[in-house]
């Protein structure tokens, strides 16, 4: 399994400043994924961060908003700008398993608790 | 620390007795699924996946059921016990990509 660590852990942060969170995986991986998760609800996948070119977005996400480097194998952050309260979520980085592995499942990070003021 | 799943639909069992928490998938195309298990502050955990070659898959205290009829899979978790309170996600995957679509999650409240 791959182990995934996230930085911060939770910030309080406010109104219109801008957050960027860091993800670490302790393996070479190819994608790594940010998702958000708001309050009481379920996942949601923002992009998918390839190393080398530009982060993939999903419908309703969009680079500005979520700006998102990926300068290795190992590591990716996600940036939060211009906040309003109703980016207070939690941001989960996953990876899958290491190349190689016959499983597809998802690693997550334990996330980053954002609360927006 | 902040709950997650404090909307969620919640399953409440006695312990020691059976789980039963289920999940309707959204794409007829996705052939592998994932039970994950979500404690308060922490990122999901993997519980156990099946394919879609599959009806049934058995772990330790854990069954997953796969009807690609009705497209419904369900977790079964035996003897239920207070650490097994949590959320459980059950997220679908299609072959060949590493996009999941993650359901709206049960919370899953153990009695003593």
């Known amino acids: 399994s791959a182990v995934i660590s996230q930085k911060p852990s939770r910030d309080i942060c406010q109104r219109g400043t801008s957050l960027t969170i860091q993800c670490q995986v302790d393996?070479?991986?190819?994608?790594m994924f940010w998702y958000r998760q708001q309050p009481g609800q379920s996942l949601t996948l923002i992009a998918t961060a390839n190393q080398g070119s530009e982060a993939t977005y999903e419908s309703g996400f969009v680079i500005d908003k979520f700006p998102i480097s990926r300068p290795n194998l190992t590591f990716s952050t996600l940036t939060v700008s211009n906040m309003s309260p109703e980016d207070s979520s939690i941001y989960l980085c996953?990876?899958?398993?290491?190349?190689?592995?016959?499983?597809?499942?998802?690693?997550f990070g334990p996330g980053t608790r954002l609360t927006v003021l | 620390g902040e709950s997650v799943g404090l909307h969620l639909p919640t399953l409440s069992v006695q312990e020691g007795d059976n789980s039963i928490i289920n999940c309707a998938y959204s794409n007829s195309a996705s052939d592998y699924f994932i039970w994950y298990k979500q404690e308060s502050g922490k990122g999901p955990q993997f519980i156990i996946d099946?394919?879609?070659?599959?009806d049934k898959r058995q772990g330790q205290r854990v069954t997953v059921l796969l009807n690609k009829t009705v497209k419904h899979l369900s977790l079964q978790i035996a003897a239920t016990q207070p650490g097994d309170s949590a959320v459980y996600f059950c997220a679908e995957n299609k072959k060949g990509t590493y996009k999941y679509i993650f359901g709206t999650g049960t919370r899953l409240k153990v009695l003593a």
């Open positions: 393996s070479q991986v190819t994608m």
């Open positions: 099946i394919r879609s070659n599959m």
């Open positions: 996953s990876a899958p398993p290491p190349t190689g592995s016959s499983y597809n499942e998802q690693f």
